[in-house]
Every structure is written in C-alpha cells, then in structure tokens.
C-alpha cells in the first residue's frame, strides 16, 4: 500500500515514490552535464595546449626570431656606416633666353620639353627692319670713305704747299682737321655697320647650351622686348642638393660614394660622389637670416646643403629635373670595425633563441613521456 505524507506548510502531498524517483534522475543529468563541461574544457584546453606545443611551430618561431635578428643587425651595421636623409633634391643652372632685340616673331621652332642641341635655332624675329638698318649702315660707310679720300688728298696737298710756304699755318690745320674728321667718320660707319649685323644676327635666338626647353612663353606674333624671357632651358647635366643636418657631417669627406633613390622612379638607383660641402648653413643664406644674438635663444640643429654629382649621367635613359626628391645614403665608413661588434651581438641573440627553443622542446616532450 503507497504511503501519503502530508505537509505543514499548506502544499499539496507527494506520494514517497514519486519523490523517491525524481531524485535519482535529476542527478544523472546533472552528472552528465558536468562530464560534458569537463570533456569540453579538457578538450579546448588540449587544443590551445596543441598549437604552443607542437615542435614545428616552435622551430618556425625560432626561425623567424633568427631572421628579424638578421635583419636588425643589417639594419644597425647601414645606420653605423651610413649617413643619409630624405631633405634632398635634384638641382641644376637653368639658362633663361631673352632677345637682345625688339621685334616681332616671325618663327617659333621648339616646343615644350622638347631636347635642343647648342647652336638650334629656338625663335626668329622679323628680319626685315634690321635689313634695312644694315643697308642704311652699309651706305653711310661707303658715303664717308667717299669723303675720307678726298678729305686725305687735301690733307696732303695743304701739307706740300705749306712747305712751300704757299698756305698759312691755319688753312693747313683746317685740311689736317677735316682728314682726322673723315677718317673718324668712316670707323664710326664700320662700328654701325658691325652693329647692324649683330643685330640682323639676333633675330635668330640659338640654344647656348644643350638641354630641354622648359616655361616657354612665346607665340608667333608676339612683340618682344629686349630682355624679355622666352623659355628657360635645362641641362642634362644634373646633381644634387642634400641638406643633413649637422650632426651628420663629422665623417663625411669629398670623394666619398653615395648611392642615390629617386621617388620618382623606385626602381632606379643612381651613384655619385660628394663633391663639396657648403661653408655654412642654409638657414644663414636665407632671405631673413636668423639673429641669435636677439631675443630667446632655441638651439635647433641646422641643415648643411652638400652638393652630390651623379656618374655616368649619359646613360641615363628617364628625365631628372630641378626639384625632383631624391634619398642619398652616403657610406662614411668601411665598417670593418663595427662589422664584428654587431656579428658578435646578432650571433649570440641567434644563439640564445636557438637554445630557447631546443630546452622548451625537450620540456615539452619530457612531459609527454
């Protein structure tokens, strides 16, 4: 017969069996949830576990560990031996062409960026007035030399009558007078006429140097002013400017080799050599040059502007103009004594790592066993 037992606290009464089965089967599931949870946090924790403790991956971390010491020791070797910055541009001395003669153009033969050789006719101004000119000048010259020999035969004749005391004294000095005049006369007319030519010659603006023709502001019509700038011509021939700072320059030297990168062309890499070191810094060349001695005074580090020549500058097959960034790096030193501090540093970090990684590996698989 099945027990009843009531309760005090007003619920209603459960039969004994029924309490006595519900127990156990609240305790199976808790159990299996709690196995459950167990079996996921042991395997989770072999998975994490898995990863830091497998020998390749300790070796490929080791490996990496070698290759960035490499790196780093390269990376400090270049700074103890090099000297480089990135204030550095490509400069040049560009020719401005002006005409030595107003007129009009009647020519234009170049265009922008266009490669000219010395002596290229670049523009022609309208000839004709200065044709003119000259044959005016050609006509003046051959008038007075006209003269000249007429005025000299006087000069002679008045020189024999006077010593034959047939003139006076004045009337010789009158015919000696109008023989210098005349003669006077005729070398201003070949100077006028030399002129003349030189100006017939100006019509024509040749290219003094070779280079690229550059900020043409010319047009066929144009009435031109003497000193008018037309265009600006850039040699081939570049070099550049790198301002380092001050610190920087203790160990560098004329003649020392500087290897060169442009922005503008990634890939090339040019060489050169230090050709020079500017006695002074740029700030004090300026426009408004500072004066230290007013005012608080704020030590900052100067730039120094080193002039760096390029070699071999004809082979090069890409345009380098002014104002072009370039990056030098300069090898102030051999590095033969620095060469073995940092082997000595790289290889006993290189060291280090490998022993590291051998004793966690052999820890590891000890505790396997």
Known sequence: MMKTEFSTDGELPIPKEREHRRGPVIQDHNDNRSEH???????????????FRRPGVIIAAAALAIVGIGYGA????????????????????????????????????????QLVKKGDVLVEIDPRD??????????????????????????????????????????????????????????????????AELNLGYTKITAPIDGYVTKEAVAIGDYLQVGQTLMA???????????FKETQL???RPGQ????????YPGLKLEGRIDSVQAGSGAAFSLLPPENATGNYVKVV??????????????????????????????VSDGAGVVFEVASIATILAAGVVVGAALWIRRIRKEES
């Open 130 to 195: 200065f044709q003119v000119a000259l044959a005016q000048a050609k006509a003046n010259l051959a008038k007075d030399k006209a003269t000249q020999i007429q005025t000299d035969l006087n000069e002679k004749r008045a020189l024999n009558l006077f010593s034959q005391n047939v003139i006076s004294t004045q009337e010789r000095d009158t015919n000696v007078a109008t023989a210098e005049s005349s003669r006077a006369a005729v070398h201003a007319d070949e100077a006028a006429v030399e002129q």
């Open 37 to 51: 949870v167990d079996a996921e946090d042991s395997s989770g924790k072999e998975k994490k576990q898995s990863l």
């Open 257 to 264: 080799p500087v290897t060169i990168s442009v922005d503008a």
């Open 74 to 113: 390269f990376a400090m070797f270049h700074s103890f031996t090099h000297e480089s910055t990135d204030d550095a541009f490509v400069d040049v001395h560009t020719v401005s062409m002006a005409p030595k003669v107003a007129g009009r153009v009647a020519v234009v033969r170049v265009d922008d960026n």
């Open 302 to 331: 100067q730039r120094v502007p080193v002039k760096i020549v390029l070699d071999e500058q004809q082979q090069l097959q890409r345009v380098l103009g002014p104002g072009m960034s370039v990056v030098p790096s300069v090898t």
């Open 233 to 243: 011509l850039v040699p081939p021939r570049v070099w550049v400017i790198a301002n």
């Open 250 to 252: 203790r160990s560098m």
